[in-house]
């Protein structure tokens, strides 16, 4: 029997609920083969609150042994700033070379669209995760005078854009053969040109897929006026955080979005979650979509060689949505415990 260890940060806000609705559908797969065995972590806000930190020091260490990593969502503003909820998750992404950020986004029948008129949407945004602009690098002088400055200066290497590019390349040959890299070498005239030249070198090799560059402003707009014609689109680290928001916003609702943290090496854990935050101002309603969720967890298991499981996930969820089974956020009513019910239900 396969018995996938999976550590589990639900972390703040409505990431406790989703995390709990994931694992509830997860449980309902278990069978004499395949079981999970989960590991709980309370860090975030309520532990910064008796310990004086988000997590503890060591948690990178305990966090290296299991098979995989489950997060629901981090952040609450109103108790601790965001740049300091965010950065275990920024380091766990970094430490175990998280590089491949696997952000897809597609309608379903039975959500309401939010574009009048717009056909079917099927896209997966490759958000390059481990360097970029979310790199530490930088500082603020002069804090607090007239004169205060801040730098804050972006890492792009070229093997970092590489492996990034191929990883989308290759996926496109598994889904539509088209790639768009998001740029913007008109401005950042360093960063973006190297972008821009990988892509050019590695488009010979990859002579069946078709190849194209946006800048992202013109990226953003495109999604809106016709995000049908995307397939599989890589990003910088920031240019993907930017546009996986807004192909939530074009699918139906963030709530619908799942994202892979991936290590393609498989010397390190991954890191599923949901795309969305963790919306303080819904917490402890009982109205949170885990959908999102639901999905990063198929995508987990896709991960961890369960493919079958995987799949049943996501036809539970098409089967869900499409009765016009809903929650709030999509112009429903249903809770978040009740529509999970309705996807165990149809799991079977």
Not at 15 to 27: H, I, Q, S
Not at 92 to 105: M, S
Not at 219 to 235: G, T
Not at 255 to 261: C, R
Request: glycine fraction near 10%.
């Amino acid at each position: 029997m396969a018995t996938h260890r999976i550590a589990v940060y639900p972390g703040d806000g409505i990431g406790a609920e989703v995390t709990d609705a994931a694992l509830a559908v997860l449980r309902a797969l278990e069978s004499p083969g395949v079981s999970f065995a989960f590991t709980r972590f309370e860090w975030g806000c309520r532990y910064h609150e008796q310990h004086g930190v988000v997590v503890p020091g060591d948690f990178i260490a305990t966090l290296r042994g299991f098979d995989a990593i489950y997060l629901g969502a981090v952040g609450w503003p109103a108790k601790l700033p965001d740049n300091v909820t965010l950065k275990p998750l920024i380091t766990i992404r970094q430490t175990f070379d998280q590089w491949a950020c696997v952000r897809p986004a597609r309608t379903f029948p039975g959500v309401p669209g939010r574009l009048a008129g717009a056909p079917a949407i099927d896209l997966v945004v490759v958000r390059e995760n481990s360097e970029g602009e979310y790199v530490d690098n930088g500082g603020r002088f002069h804090v607090g005078q007239p004169d205060e400055f801040a730098v804050q200066s972006a890492i792009h290497t070229r093997r970092g854009i590489e492996r990034a590019l191929r990883f989308g390349f290759d996926l496109a040959r598994r889904r539509r053969r088209r790639l768009t890299l998001a740029t913007k070498s008109n401005a950042q005239r360093h960063a973006f040109t190297l972008w821009d030249e990988v892509l050019e070198q590695l488009t010979p090799e990859y002579g069946d897929v078709a190849a194209d560059k946006q800048h992202i402003d013109a990226i953003a707009m495109n999604f809106v006026r016709r995000p049908e014609s995307f397939d599989v689109v890589v990003a910088s680290n920031l240019f993907g955080d930017i546009l996986t928001d807004l192909s939530g916003a074009i699918t139906g609702g963030l709530g619908l979005n799942p994202s892979a943290n991936l290590n393609p090496a498989r010397t390190a854990p991954s890191l599923f979650e949901p795309v969305h935050g963790s919306a303080p101002d819904i917490a402890g309603q009982g109205i949170a979509n885990p959908t999102g969720a639901i999905l990063a967890a198929g995508m987990m298991l896709e991960w961890l060689g369960e493919p079958a499981l995987a799949r049943r996930i996501e036809l539970a969820v098409e089967r869900t949505l499409g009765a016009g089974a809903l929650t709030p956020d999509l112009g429903g009513k249903l809770g978040t415990a009740a529509f999970t019910d309705r996807i165990i239900a149809a799991l079977q």
